[in-house]
């Protein structure tokens, strides 16, 4: 497991593909983060840690309306204005799906970094 996050979106993405809405992933700061903003965006209902002794896991419930979900390897860094690029290679169209980015205000979708105007590093797509 070199990358949790990565791993934690490839099973919530199986469970989806496969028909069903309860999964477990493996825990992390960032896959923490990345979950609550699924849940704020409505990609799943709800999620809990559940400490095992060792890094615990996620236990995510109400997997929604995922078509495809991946975390975007470099991370590199972009500017405000690079935005409308970035959106045009990540997601199939316009006002479909979210950019997960981090910023120097947290983690933020695309749409919420309209409001804030700074750049950030890429994260993860969800759509």
């Known amino acids: 497991m070199a990358d ?9 993405k199986v ?10 992933v493996p825990a992390s700061k960032i896959t923490g983060a990345v979950l609550q ?6 990609y799943v209902k709800e999620f809990e ?3 095992d ?3 615990g896991f996620f236990i995510v419930k109400g ?14 860094a972009f500017k405000f204005d690079e935005l409308a690029k970035i959106e045009e290679q990540y997601l199939p169209s316009k006002d479909f799906g979210i950019l997960i980015i981090s910023t120097p205000k947290g983690m933020i979708t695309n749409q919420q970094l309209r409001d804030v105007k700074t750049g950030g590093r890429l994260i993860a797509y969800v759509y």
């Open 15 to 24: 469970i989806r593909i496969s028909g069903r809405d309860e999964c477990k």
């Open 49 to 51: 840690f559940v400490d």
């Open 53 to 55: 002794g060792k890094s």
């Open 37 to 42: 903003i699924l849940q704020k965006e409505k």
């Open 4 to 12: 949790l996050l990565a791993d934690a979106l490839n099973i919530v």
């Open 63 to 76: 997997i929604g309306a995922i078509n495809k979900c991946g975390v975007i390897k470099p991370r590199f």
